[in-house]
């Protein structure tokens, strides 16, 4: 870890990750928006089909979740996250290759889909391990601001610019940019020169499964962490019920093309691009613990806009919006700030499964919410669905006011580390 407080503007090793990380989250939107549109306007499948997608792509962090945090906190940090950036680049040439071909199947959209979610589940857990290796704790929440500032602009211009492309281009051949991107951020982490701390020694490694309770164990013992995971996976169970059919609902319901839905994306996540800005001078304003608390709060009054967004386009357009810009906004101010929280807390030696554990409980509702929202769809409709997603997305606030979060946030933040018994 570094031990002076350079400034990030001239921190080599985190500008490395940085700069490749931007030009990833850029071509993940090309990706974001293309695989729906495959499977919707080439495939031809059905509401329920494409929930099954959603959960495909999600579903591994159910499986290997845990099992990541125990090998990220065993392997360099830096190794896996090249090998997952090759590996996805790789997955996602088969698109163009087998449309190319004319081999496009739903099973070839599945096949990349779990593989690509299996390696992002890796990366996901060395990436939020990796950071507080290259930046001192206090230096964390600028850090984390900074990469979110990235994929806040990845979100406001990518879905736009990958629309227009995809009016041009198709899909399936679209996501050539993404598997490119993916290379170039694993050229930018091989040019990473930090040290990295040890594995423990091998006396001290125990069972896999019993590292794995580790993690679970730290954060379920944890009320901060407790608070934080159950907010954060009731915010993505509901939030993917309408993820999974809002592209079905506003291009067959609504009559929305390409070039649209990229613009409708890019306008509403420029709260994203807000939430990025304005996420640490908020936690110094008004303190970390109310932000924790204010931010979900913001993020469900947005989403309770979405199913306003029914009638002529004219009118859908501007609730859709304001709806993503309110939800993208508080979602952003309390993912930077619960996220550097976390890492702040969190001893060294248990990054990776604190890290593994929170994914697994927190992405690993997306899949579930997926499924819901595609038998949803399929059975009581797709403004329904709408509805019920967006009064589940209520229910997050709940978590985090019930919980000891308010009032010892801050408190817990000034620790250098938790000294709680695993």
Known sequence: MQAQNVSLWRHPNFLKLWIGQSVSLFGDQITL?????????????????????????????????????VWVDRLPRRLLLIGADLGRAV???????????????MLILYIVAFGVGTLSVFFGVAYQAFLPTLLPREQLIEGNSKLEISRSGSQVAGP?????????????????????????????????RAQEPGPPPRR????????????????????????????????????????????????RDLGATAGLLGIISASSNLGFLFGATLARRTATRFGLGRTLVGAPILASIGALLIPLARGPLMLAVPLLIGAQFLGSL??????????????????????????????????????????????????????????????????PVLWVWFSPIRHTADQWLAKESAQLPV
């Open 91 to 105: 997955l996602l040439l088969l698109i163009p290759l087998a449309a190319w071909l004319g081999l496009l199947h």
């Open 204 to 251: 001290e490694q125990r069972h896999l499964w019993a590292e794995m309770m580790i993690g679970l164990r730290f954060v379920f013992g944890n009320p901060i962490l407790r608070a934080i995971a159950g907010c954060t996976g009731t915010a993505n169970l509901f939030g993917s019920v309408i993820t999974t059919i809002l592209v079905l609902y506003l291009v």
């Open 160 to 192: 736009a610019i990958a629309g227009f492309l995809m009016q041009f281009v198709t899909p399936p051949f679209a996501i050539l940019l993404d598997a490119g991107s993916f290379l170039w951020s694993a050229l930018c982490v091989s040019l990473i």
């Open 33 to 69: 928006l293309a695989v729906p549109l495959v499977a919707v306007v080439t495939l031809h499948v059905p509401a329920a089909q494409l929930g099954f997608l959603g959960a495909t792509e999600t579903a591994p962090i159910l499986v290997l979740g845990l099992m990541a945090g």
């Open 330 to 395: 508080g979602g952003t101010i309390y993912s930077i700030n619960q996220l550097t929280l976390r890492q702040t807390i969190t001893p060294e030696r248990l990054q990776g499964r604190m890290s593994a554990s929170m994914r697994f409980i927190v992405i690993g509702a997306m899949p579930i919410g997926a499924l819901l929202g595609g038998m949803l769809g399929q059975t009581i409709g797709l403004w329904p669905t709408l509805v019920v997603g967006a009064a589940g997305r209520l229910l």
